[in-house]
């Protein structure tokens, strides 16, 4: 069974930090785009950030400069540093495993269509 395990989320004041961890496990995501996105309360599932197997990224223009996301392919995992967290932040971040076989570049990462595997998610909840 093809699972992806968030954790890392936690509650933490506006201009902090969180680094969230994803575990992968039942098939390795080396060869894939891997990516977060978040959904806060009464909203819909909005794109975060994405990365390519070899280190590609893409951000959300809501989230570029203050957050980075990184992999470690050995270990099947992804993470995200989110730094200068604000209130809108809060939300449950669910990292995401794209389908195999995508050609960086000539697909909209930001598109959940692509996602093969969800994370149950983890919450993030900055206080103002």
């Known amino acids: 069974q093809v699972q992806l395990v968030e954790s890392g989320g936690g509650l933490v004041q506006a201009g902090g930090s969180l680094r969230l961890s994803c575990a992968a496990s039942g098939r390795t995501f080396s060869g894939s785009t891997m990516g977060w996105f978040r959904q806060a309360p009464g909203k819909e599932r909005e794109f975060v950030v994405v990365?390519?197997?070899?280190?590609?990224?893409y951000y959300a223009d809501s989230v570029k400069g203050r957050f980075t996301i990184s992999r470690d392919n050995a270990q099947n995992a992804v993470y995200l540093q989110m730094n200068s967290l604000v209130p809108e932040d809060t939300a449950v971040y669910l990292c995401a495993g794209y389908r195999r076989g995508l050609i960086w570049g000539a697909y909209d990462p930001s598109s959940r269509s692509l996602v093969e595997v969800w994370g149950q998610g983890t919450l993030v909840t900055v206080s103002s």
């Open positions: 990365i390519s197997w070899n280190g590609g990224t």
